[in-house]
């Protein structure tokens, strides 16, 4: 099949629609946004339509593009996620674009789970105590970053030394990675392309990308992943990204 026909195949599977042709105020620029991303982007590389999706709900979270987001959250079911799945994607954006803009997102996927007749709230998938939050944060962030943070800003005067890569513990790995409804791999996965899709957060971004392999992602993976948030993020980013991460590539290959 050529991309068109592959983008009216993969459009009915995730909107229960078809493409536009000559439909609405600019079928010209639709057409070329549909057969690019559902007729070329989505066949390339090897991940599912569900992981597919959530990077593309994690992407449109980090953009505050939210008319779109609400209308992925419906293809995030339509191609088999949960919403469990789908709302600890968007959470796991907070540490990384704040709190505000994903209340924001957080509003704009309820929208479309009250859309769907989905029963809110979903259930909790917290697993961790709050005087706990240190300890099982270093539990999930040693093995794969061990504790080059704590290192990086020792230097720093007074009870700061010690407050800001707590927080960033007992915060991103302690309140976010710990919970259940996303398996490890996905979340680094995820954490990834929401650092690429910012612009302006390479270091992070290289790191993430060593963690995301240790994580259990391939290079292949991560690149996939990558060209599914160029069509969102748009292409001067990603480019960023994937030159961020060529010491990694060069490391595996």
């Known amino acids: 099949m050529g991309r068109i026909e592959l983008t009216a195949e993969k459009f009915a599977e995730l909107f229960g629609g078809k493409p536009v042709v000559d439909e609405g105020d600019d079928p010209e620029f639709m057409r070329i946004l549909q057969r690019f991303i559902f007729g070329e982007v989505f066949?390339?590389?090897?991940?599912?339509?569900?992981?597919?999706?959530?990077?593309?709900?994690?992407?449109?979270?980090?953009?505050?593009?939210?008319?779109?987001?609400?209308?992925?959250?419906?293809?995030?079911?339509?191609?088999?996620?949960?919403?469990?799945?789908?709302?600890?994607?968007?959470?796991?954006?907070a540490p990384l674009i704040g709190f505000p803009k994903t209340l924001n997102a957080i509003s704009a996927m309820n929208e479309a789970f009250r859309g769907k007749g989905i029963a809110l709230p979903l259930p909790a998938q917290g697993?961790?105590?709050?005087?706990?939050?240190?300890?099982?944060?270093?539990?999930?962030?040693?093995?794969?970053?061990?504790?080059?943070?704590?290192?990086?800003?020792?230097?720093?005067?007074?009870?700061?030394?010690?407050?800001?890569?707590?927080?960033?513990?007992?915060?991103?790995?302690?309140?976010?990675?710990?919970?259940?409804?996303?398996?490890?791999?996905?979340?680094?996965?995820?954490?990834?392309?929401?650092?690429?899709?910012?612009?302006?957060?390479?270091?992070?971004?290289?790191?993430?990308?060593?963690?995301?392999?240790?994580?259990g992602n391939t290079v292949e993976g991560l690149l996939a992943a990558l060209l599914q948030a160029m069509p969102y993020a748009g292409v001067p980013r990603i480019l960023n990204a994937v030159n961020a991460i060529a010491p990694v590539l060069s490391d595996v290959s």
């Open 43 to 93: 066949y390339t590389g090897d991940l599912d339509d569900q992981t597919r999706e959530l990077i593309t709900v994690s992407v449109l979270t980090a953009n505050q593009t939210l008319p779109q987001l609400t209308v992925h959250v419906r293809a995030a079911l339509a191609a088999g996620c949960t919403p469990v799945e789908i709302r600890e994607a968007v959470y796991q954006c």
């Open 127 to 215: 697993t961790v105590a709050d005087d706990d939050r240190q300890r099982v944060g270093r539990c999930f962030q040693e093995p794969i970053y061990g504790r080059e943070l704590a290192r990086q800003y020792s230097d720093l005067p007074g009870e700061f030394a010690e407050a800001l890569p707590r927080f960033v513990t007992e915060l991103t790995f302690g309140d976010f990675a710990s919970r259940n409804g996303l398996d490890r791999r996905r979340r680094e996965l995820l954490t990834f392309v929401v650092l690429a899709a910012l612009g302006d957060a390479e270091p992070q971004v290289r790191s993430h990308a060593v963690g995301a392999v240790k994580a």
